[in-house]
């Protein structure tokens, strides 16, 4: 599955119902909007909007807002 971020005043909706989709997987891509890209699993906090994309095998975790996504690859 593949997402990105439009000008479309449901696309948050989107991104929030995807998000939730990703949490359940093993694995995700996520695309922000300063271009960088980073695989992993995600913890996502649906309440605040935010959460934690985790990658375990390059050793980094990066927080981030809905706001800050501009794609989403399952």
């Known amino acids: ?5 439009q ?3 449901n696309m ?3 991104l929030l119902q995807n998000l939730k989709k990703a949490a ?8 922000f909007k300063n271009g960088k890209t980073i695989e992993g699993a995600i913890l996502f906090n ?3 909007k935010s959460g934690k994309i985790i990658n375990i095998e390059e050793e980094i ?12 690859r399952l």
């Open 1 to 5: 599955m593949f997402v990105e971020k």
């Open 7 to 9: 000008e479309v005043s």
């Open 61 to 72: 975790s990066v927080d981030f807002e809905i706001n800050d996504i501009t794609r989403i």
């Open 46 to 48: 649906e309440i605040k």
């Open 24 to 31: 359940r997987a093993d694995r995700v891509s996520l695309t």
């Open 12 to 14: 948050g909706d989107i």
